[in-house]
């Protein structure tokens, strides 16, 4: 599906110059969003193609809701800036009050554990750019760089939630905060590992081939540019959003095809499961690395994605629950409980279900397939021997006997090469949701110490640590984390039915076949025996 | 089937008395051989049915072959003893030379090399009846009380061996001796055991109920009537034809059903083969344990059947090769060496099948469906975790990965019982065979016994040990051994093609009805997941 704008100032088309008038209001599609320059190729209703000012219209990424503010194009993302905004959960990039800060480490509620004991400092909102923040962790919530949001280098829009229903699986009730969800699902194809080399041959790599379904474009990475993606998406969304670790880093056999093919799958599953996030996919970051024009461009966008500030419990400033009510404590907490419960208890259960099947793929590949083997060497081995009972007339029997010998070894091979067609996706799809349902005690961590924190506000207000205003911008932030947490259950949960639903016909499908084609061997081999 | 009889003398019926006319020559269909009396209840070509004299008619157990002789009647068995017959293999009831002899222990050749240290007696032969014979395995063969057949208390009946083509298999070559086969299979059905008991209930056992589909009628017998039939076999047949062991004895438990109805199964089985064996369902001592008419009738054919002298070796003076050339040394020697390589390589493949179905039986009810079990409920607890999601719309998903669970759980228990069903008769069968076969040592053992001695009989003849006609009836009756082994291996063959036939059949079906069920089950399974 081609992504959609709105036209947000008339332009009239140069004749000759291949460019396409269009209207304020109008709705276009977009056909080739690469053409540079500051242009696009769009179509509109009556089916004409031609080239518009990219500045001229708005591309809806994430649906469409329409936002107030100008667009403003970044390099190849169509992301929104607001001149001057403030969110209706009360973030602005006005010199806000700085309540909560993290100075290093991975609880972004430090700061108040050390001011608990050597005084609360607001000085943190006024740290110069630049200063140790983004990669070791440490980053800031509700503040940033004073005054103008231009300054704010985060995910360059509001990460907007709404009411919505899920849209895959039929719900007759509203399952609560959604993540807004693009018209347009991004996805990409990993495939067609080659080798590569640098250094005059001295040293070798493999190098991916990704092309995602916007551009159609694709480029090339290695396995060290998933890996630099994966640390800058753990390091942005981790504490709002699960993002799982890549597949196994693998220092030897890495060039052995099996290796290969595996780990492209891997990567493709987890490329997969980045695109249908909607947060994860329209990030600046994410879209450099799946539409970066050449090597310049690349390297640029690293070296930006790298300073990137807006990291750790940053996120939660850029969301914006929409339309909805602030939370109360008390719901909060039962959410977060709720969620941590089931989390961990679908932990255990993929973990279970992982074990069960690796002992059975055990079983499958080993041996199984050598007992079966050995029943139709047994027949086998029978028939040879009547064979040679110098007795005429038992040739049926023999050649029957021979025939369900190997049809058992047929059946041997079937059973060893089984687990690859069906086990395997049901394990590689409980292997990601370990790994996904992996980074949610650290994300409900986040989230319970900062209901600890606003628990205790008011101790801190009676020792005049904070405002009671402040105290008020917390819980207001607090509502917003936990809409946050909410939303990405919802997502996680959408995403579960689908994925399990998926995984199970596929694993049934496949067992079906197996235990079909067994039967129908079977059947066959029967055939060759006499019937007296 | 019905048996056919051949009308030795013309017979009027008395008016009135239920009686049917006969002419020497017709042949005529017995409807009721138990009518008692001398006899028999018949039915003629054009459909008139009637008594009829037993001495007048000649019932052919086996076969359309007519043999000379008047025909007198047993208890139960239609057999024919001959006034004075001397068998084409030179076998005959006068005081024939007594070369073959056997004093005691199993060989019986013994006698040879008790001669050959203590000078060569022909004494046996006028030993006087009831000596020493029969029970203990002591045996003469080739001797019998003098002169009078009427005397000889064999199977009543020489046992004849004719160049037939097997019936059973499609057979385009001749199989070489066979032996002659009833035109009716006698079969018989062991069923309905019960419970009884003597000395004023102190004592309990189990009494089975036996029909054979001759008289159709029942007798009941306790596995220790069974074990003396055994006995009897062994002893009368067991030089010739394996007789293969009874069913376990069991002390405790025997009462349990379990064991009842496998130990009735195996009985069963054991008297299948015994009917199917032409030589041993015409013997007296077998069709008394089938059709005594009463305590008083079983207990004086038992007596009978311990007396019995036509014990080891005796057993091929009954044979009597018919229309075939003696065989030389080196055909005998060759055919006892194919049978030994046959019978010894047969025995390790049975086994090894048999060591491969058990392990399978053991992994098909423990650790397979345990781990059927386990994937059943691996589903199911995520089915229930998902449950807990608090989210909505996922109903159908929980509901089809229970089903899915409960399905594994099914399948874990068709797994489970799915021996009971196919692997339990293939490995039945091949119980049986190894029993069988692992009576053909020392049937073979008598026979190269027998080949050492004629080889020998030159020296003998040189040491005026034995006379040149004594050395040229040994060889004579060893062609008689040597056809009666391969009228054994043919039939061992023939019934062996029907039994792995059967047996193949019966287990491939239940294989496929098993598969085809999994995958019933699994494609009913995964129509309960959403297609999306």
């Excluded at 332009?11 to 540079?36: D, R």
């Excluded at 506000?457 to 984390?481: C, N, Q, Y």
Aim: proline fraction near 5%; charge should be negative.
């Amino acid at each position: 599906m081609l992504a959609k704008a709105q036209v947000l100032y008339d332009f009239t088309a140069e004749p000759g110059n291949n460019e396409l008038s269009v209207k304020e209001g109008e709705t276009i599609t977009i056909t080739n969003q690469n053409i540079g320059g500051g242009w696009l190729e769009a179509q509109n209703s009556r089916g004409e193609i031609g080239l518009v000012p990219e500045d001229y219209v708005e591309v809806r990424p994430w649906g469409t809701h329409r936002v107030k503010g100008a667009v403003c194009s970044h390099s190849h993302t169509r992301a929104l800036v607001l001149e001057e905004w403030t969110s209706s959960a009360g973030w602005s990039f006005s010199s806000d009050a700085c309540l909560f800060l993290q100075s290093n480490g991975n609880d972004p509620w430090a700061v108040f554990d050390t001011n608990a004991s050597g005084g609360f400092s607001n000085n943190w909102a006024a740290q110069p750019e630049g200063t140790e923040t983004g990669r070791t962790g440490s980053s800031v919530w509700g503040s940033s760089a004073q005054g103008h949001p231009q300054a704010y280098q985060g995910p360059g829009k509001p990460l907007r939630l709404c009411a919505l229903q899920s849209q895959r699986i039929e719900c007759t009730q509203d399952v609560g905060p959604v993540w807004e969800y693009p018209e347009t699902q991004l996805d990409c194809v990993v495939a067609d590992p080659k080798k590569g080399s640098k250094m005059y041959g001295l040293k070798s790599y493999i190098e991916y081939q990704v092309t995602p379904n916007t551009t159609n474009k694709p480029v090339n990475h290695r396995y060290k540019h998933f890996d630099w993606l994966y640390e800058r998406l753990l390091d942005k969304f981790g504490s709002a959003i699960p993002i799982p670790c890549l597949p196994d880093k693998q220092v030897t056999g890495r060039f052995e095809e099996e290796f290969i093919k595996m780990r492209m799958e891997r990567l493709q599953a987890w490329m997969s499961r980045m695109c249908r996030h909607p947060v994860i996919s329209s990030s600046e970051v994410f879209q450099l690395f799946l539409t970066y024009k050449d090597e310049k461009d690349w390297k640029m966008g690293k070296r930006k994605a790298e300073k990137d500030e807006t990291v750790g419990v940053m996120i939660f400033s850029t969301i914006e629950p929409e339309g909805v009510p602030d939370l109360d404590l008390l719901e909060v907490e039962q959410k977060c409980e709720q969620f941590s419960r089931f989390t961990k208890a679908m932990d255990d259960g993929v973990k279970d279900l992982l074990t069960v099947g690796q002992e059975h793929w055990k079983r499958c590949t080993g041996p199984l397939p050598k007992e079966y083997q050995r029943i139709g060497k047994a027949f086998q081995n029978l028939s040879s021997v009547f064979n040679s009972s110098g007795y005429e007339g038992e040739a049926t029997l023999t050649d029957a006997l021979t025939a369900a010998g190997k049809t058992y070894e047929e059946i041997a091979q079937m059973v060893a090469e089984q687990p690859r067609k069906d086990l395997h996706s049901l394990m590689e799809t409980n292997n990601e949701y370990k790994g996904l349902l992996g980074c949610f005690p650290e994300t409900i961590g986040v989230h319970k110490a900062a209901i600890e924190k606003v628990k205790e506000a008011d101790k801190l207000v009676a020792t005049s640590k904070i405002t009671p205003a402040e105290k008020v911008t917390m819980a207001k932030r607090l509502s917003t984390m936990s809409y946050s947490l909410q939303a990405e259950m919802n997502h996680f949960h959408n995403h579960r039915i689908y994925d399990y639903n998926r995984v199970m016909q596929l694993y049934l499908e496949q067992q079906v076949k197996f235990y079909e084609t067994i039967a129908e061997k079977l059947r066959h081999a029967h055939s060759q025996f006499t019937t007296m």
